[in-house]
């Protein structure tokens, strides 16, 4: 079990540029999530999928944010044409999927937009 | 709406001083309540899971209780490497998968 595990770590960028983000889940996982956490706050939810299948999406995820997990393993969170408002951690999880198992995070990638 | 509302937003301890950290939810049928632990720049890490009222979970120093309406994480003789924000969340009703987390507890831990 190696964790789950988010690429790159720290991104900074200028507003207006697309950014993309990578997360390889624990490798029996079938659930993966995209939280985004910003200072004092909770983990707000973004969207999850159950294998390659997007099952919902957050009123948070704008038309400029778009996952995917083409072939049921890594997933990418990608945002397009980007606002300082995205500055934030954006956290992965991955679940076993069985009955009310725990999500299992990354350690984050913390974009900043400037 | 479902709703998790941790509180205090903010605690100091001394050493060894006990206390304890609540989670209230409004959930309807709620599936599963999570604890998880989160230290600065990284991510949540998963403490406890509670299924039902009455149910206990305990590690270390920490001790996890669940009622209808809320759950308190317990911090016995606390010491600083305890020091972190710990998070609450629930898994929303059936029909979805997603969990809904609280803005957390800030704990800090004085030698």
């Known amino acids: 079990d190696t964790g789950v595990s988010q690429d790159p770590r720290h991104k900074i960028t200028k507003r207006g540029q697309n950014v993309t983000f990578r997360c390889d889940p624990i490798?029996?996982?079938?659930?993966l999530y995209w939280y985004r956490q910003t200072l004092g706050q909770g983990p707000e939810f973004l969207t999850y999928?159950?294998?390659?299948?997007?099952?919902?999406k957050s009123r948070l995820l704008s038309d400029r944010f778009s996952a995917e997990r083409p072939k049921g393993s890594f997933s990418t969170l990608e945002i397009q044409r980007t606002e300082q408002g995205d500055s934030a951690m954006y956290l992965c999880?991955?679940?076993?999927?069985?009955?009310?198992?725990?999500?299992?995070f990354g350690n984050g990638t913390r974009l900043t937009v400037t | 709406e479902d709703q998790v509302t941790q509180s205090p937003e903010a605690l100091r301890l001394q050493e060894g001083e006990s206390s304890s950290l609540n989670c209230s939810y409004t959930?309807?049928?709620?599936?599963?309540l999570f604890w998880y632990r989160q230290d600065p720049g990284k991510g949540p890490e998963f403490l406890f899971t509670?299924?039902?009222a009455g149910e206990e979970k305990e590690k270390e120093r920490l001790k996890a209780t669940l009622t209808k309406k809320e759950s308190f994480l317990h911090i016995t003789a606390p010491k600083p490497e305890d020091s972190a924000t710990y998070l609450c969340?629930?898994?929303?009703?059936?029909?979805?998968?997603?969990?809904?987390f609280g803005t957390g507890t800030r704990l800090k831990v004085l030698a």
């Open positions: 969340a629930v898994q929303a009703p059936s029909g979805t998968y997603k969990y809904i």
């Open positions: 490798s029996e996982h079938n659930r």
């Open positions: 999928f159950q294998n390659e299948a997007q099952l919902e």
């Open positions: 509670l299924y039902s």
């Open positions: 999880a991955s679940s076993l999927g069985q009955g009310n198992s725990p999500l299992h």
């Open positions: 959930v309807s049928g709620l599936r599963g």
